[in-house]
Nanobody, 120 residues
Framework: QVLLVESGGGSVQAGGSLRLSCAASGSIFSINIMGWYRQAPGKQRELVASITAGGSTNYADSVKGRFTISRDNAKNTMDLQMNSLRPEDTAIYYC??????????????WGQGTQVTVSS
C-alpha cells in the first residue's frame, strides 16, 4: 500500500560524496518518521539517520558531522547527503517510513535498497 523507492546509490572513492533520495507513494495520510538504514555484508541492519515530521533528526555516531538527512513533507520524500565517505560506509542503504494510511491504519514500509560502495 505504500511504496518506497530509493535512488542515488553508486560507487565513490573515499572522501567523496553521494546523495540518496527516497520517494514514498500510495495511500498515505501522514508519515511520522522516515529513516535510512544500512546493512553491510555479514552485519546486522543498522540505523544511519532518522527524521520526524517536525524535523527532529537522529544520527548514528559513526556518521555524525558527515551525513545530513532532510525531508519534504509535502512531497513525501527524504534525502541523505553523505560527505567524507569512508570505506566502512559501504553497504546497502534502505529507506524506511512509518506513518498512517488514509484508512487510518498504521504502516511501516521499506524500500528495496540501494548499494553504496566506497573504495579506498
Amino acid at each position: 500500500q505504500v511504496l518506497l523507492v530509493e535512488s542515488g546509490g553508486g560507487s565513490v572513492q573515499a572522501g567523496g560524496s553521494l546523495r540518496l533520495s527516497c520517494a514514498a507513494s500510495g495511500s498515505i495520510f501522514s508519515i511520522n518518521i522516515m529513516g535510512w538504514y544500512r546493512q553491510a555484508p555479514g552485519k546486522q541492519r543498522e540505523l544511519v539517520a532518522s527524521i520526524t515530521a517536525g524535523g527532529s533528526t537522529n544520527y548514528a555516531d559513526s556518521v555524525k558531522g558527515r551525513f545530513t538527512i532532510s525531508r519534504d513533507n509535502a512531497k513525501n520524500t527524504m534525502d541523505l547527503q553523505m560527505n567524507s565517505l569512508r570505506p566502512e560506509d559501504t553497504a546497502i542503504y534502505y529507506c524506511n517510513a512509518d506513518g498512517v494510511l488514509r484508512t487510518f491504519r498504521l504502516f511501516s514500509s521499506w524500500g528495496q535498497g540501494t548499494q553504496v560502495t566506497v573504495s579506498s
